[in-house]
């Protein structure tokens, strides 16, 4: 059942679904890169510490802290929540075309295929407003790059990602949609519903010491590619959601705001993406 499901569980399947996806391309970094971020980042916390003359109690508490959310596996929950949204918007600055934002520490690759219209996989029942999404792939001159995918995923309506949690089939509510010769899609899904990132771990532990909430608001994730393109990965957001102004993950932006029309017991919302050549 998705009931038993633990921040501990998430953090873990988070943490190895990293090390097996994306740690390889951390490697080669350079030494002067690492020296200099690394300086930097201590300096930072150094000049935290002076200025507001923290104890020894407080360092102690911080440091219980970070070997909890080691202990609990949370480390890329902690940092895609609050830190990757301004590594996204620094790596992402130079671009015309669409805005993105974070990726977040539930992404798969490999989703099953749909083509450039159909449904992503969910259970019989799935709760959630039918949503029917359209919309067109171009590139940044206004032509329709061959071969553009859409890489969909979101959480179910109990705010659980599949693979992440248990109870929950394989690829639910995960599928990728290749586009047709104009660029253009039609995807299937139902309206994800706002959720909490897991609090009963070392996150949550720090959000409720600090006096925080940990909302975020319903968001489709989505990566879009094309050969010859940059990959753009970004969430798309629904108006009217009491957390878009203050989400946990500060990972909101006008650009990514979805306007859905009611239709025959459902939804129905155009939005389309430009991409960016890569750069030489």
């Known amino acids: 059942m998705t009931a038993t499901a633990t921040a501990a569980a998430s953090g873990a399947n988070a943490t190895e679904r990293f090390k097996s996806d994306k740690l390889a391309g951390a490697a080669g970094t350079p030494p002067e890169r690492v020296d200099l971020l690394a300086r930097e980042v201590l300096d930072a916390v150094h000049a935290t510490i002076r200025r507001h003359k923290v104890t020894y109690a407080e360092y102690n508490a911080l440091k219980a802290w970070l070997i909890s ?16 949204h301004v590594v996204e918007e620094v790596a992402t600055e130079h671009r015309e075309g669409n805005k993105g934002t974070i990726e977040g520490p539930y992404y798969v690759p490999g989703a099953p295929e749909r083509g450039a219209h159909g449904s992503v996989p969910m259970r019989e029942g799935e709760p959630g407003t039918p949503l029917t999404w359209t919309g067109q792939v171009t590139s940044t001159d206004g032509t329709a790059p061959a071969g553009a995918k859409i890489e969909l995923w979101h959480a179910d309506a109990d705010g659980f990602y599949s693979q992440f949690a248990p109870g929950i089939p394989e690829w639910n509510l995960r599928a990728s949609f290749t ?35 940990a909302w975020r608001p319903a968001h489709l994730h989505v990566k ?23 989400d946990i993950a500060s990972a909101v932006k006008p650009e990514l705001m979805l306007s859905p029309r009611p239709v025959d017991g459902g939804e129905t919302v155009e939005y389309g993406f430009v991409l960016d050549p890569e750069r030489s």
């Open 69 to 84: 959310v080691g202990e609990d596996g949370e480390w890329p929950l902690f940092l895609d929540v609050w830190v990757e």
């Open 179 to 213: 586009v047709d010769a104009e660029g253009r899609f039609e995807i299937h899904t139902v309206r994800p519903a706002p959720y909490q990132i897991p609090t009963d771990g070392a996150c949550g532990k720090l959000i409720a010491a600090a006096g925080w909430h």
């Open 224 to 246: 879009v590619s094309a050969p010859g393109h940059e990959l753009l990965t970004a969430q798309l957001y629904f108006p009217g959601d009491e957390h878009n102004d203050d």
